[in-house]
């Protein structure tokens, strides 16, 4: 027999009739007519394919499958009701739960700073550990619980999970502290020229910016590319190069005050002599400009 073919209230009203031996008074204590427990009956023996009460001077007595039955029906009853009833709570000042977020580095440098001191008064005993968005299956880790909570631009995570909007960031070019070309604007011609250090961050929306780029016709002098967000800021400190971040990270990054070059809203048209639009990173504050990037925390629904 198929699982599928079982109504639980069938069940459900016979593990009631078998309490009480009668269609009446269950009937009453399930808040039902006599008539809709009598076609529920009629339905489970059909199902079933035995009588599974008669009627004797002494009310409904059970089948012996019926009675083979009643002990499997009400443990399984009683587990969803007990399922159903009952909450863990959460208790923060007690709890010693590992919570498993997905981030680049980004996040790590931007959120878990903050987080991990919020913590330490909130929820002292609970511990932190970071996985890669590109390190294995989010989408399945997510569903499955592996994984917690996803933060950051993962555009691979739209349909299915609660997202929250934290902020808008935007685009810049960082230099470093120094560079010749840092304190006056730059043209596109100029920006070409440049060498420039890419970084594949994998399932996440940081790429778009450098698609932009390319379907705009803007080829780059990529000279090195690397997996990781964190490492750019000491490369470009001592290398002549420069590399599109976001403006979350130049804040994170920004006791070294490094400068930063931000393009205007969309790439320059081919071949313009339009100057791009300069900023200097520091401490406590950076100029906003377009090419805006959205950063979401996602959770299972």
Not at 35 to 50: F, G, H, M, T
Not at 224 to 251: E, K, M, N, Q
Request: glycine share 6%; aromatic share 6%; net charge positive.
């Amino acid at each position: 027999m198929d699982l599928r073919e079982i109504d639980l209230n069938l069940l459900v009203v016979f593990n009631q009739l078998l309490l009480d031996r009668s269609v009446s008074t269950s009937a009453e204590k399930l808040g039902l007519t006599q008539p809709a427990v009598s076609n529920a009956l009629k339905r489970l023996r059909a199902v079933l394919k035995d009588e599974l009460f008669l009627r004797t001077s002494r009310g409904m007595e059970p089948t012996p499958y019926a009675l083979h039955l009643a002990e499997p029906v009400i443990y399984a009853l009683n587990a969803l009701q007990t399922a159903f009833t009952t909450r863990n709570s959460f208790d923060p000042l007690a709890s010693t739960r590992t919570f498993n977020l997905a981030m680049t580095d980004i996040g790590e440098m931007y959120f878990v700073p903050p987080l991990m001191n919020a913590l330490s008064e909130a929820a002292p005993h609970v511990r932190i550990s970071t996985v890669r968005p590109n390190a294995g299956n989010l989408k399945e880790d997510m569903e499955s619980g592996t994984v917690d909570l996803a933060l950051g631009l993962l555009p691979n995570l739209q349909t299915g999970f609660f997202q929250r909007r934290l902020f808008l960031h935007k685009y810049v070019c960082m230099f470093r502290k120094g560079h010749p070309l840092a304190k006056s604007p730059m043209t596109l011609k100029q920006f070409t020229e440049l060498d420039h250090v890419g970084i594949l961050a994998a399932n996440t929306g940081h790429g778009e910016v450098d698609g932009l780029l390319d379907r705009a016709g803007i080829k780059r002098k990529m000279r090195l590319v690397v997996p990781h967000f964190i490492a750019v800021g000491h490369i470009t400190s001592d290398y002549r190069s420069h590399r599109h971040f976001a403006g979350t990270v130049c804040r994170a990054m920004r006791s070294a005050i490094w400068s930063c070059y931000v393009p205007p809203s969309g790439p320059p048209a081919r071949h313009s002599n339009q100057p791009l639009l300069a900023c200097e990173v520091q401490p406590g504050s950076l100029q906003h400009v377009d090419s805006t990037a959205r950063c979401q925390a996602l959770r299972r629904q």
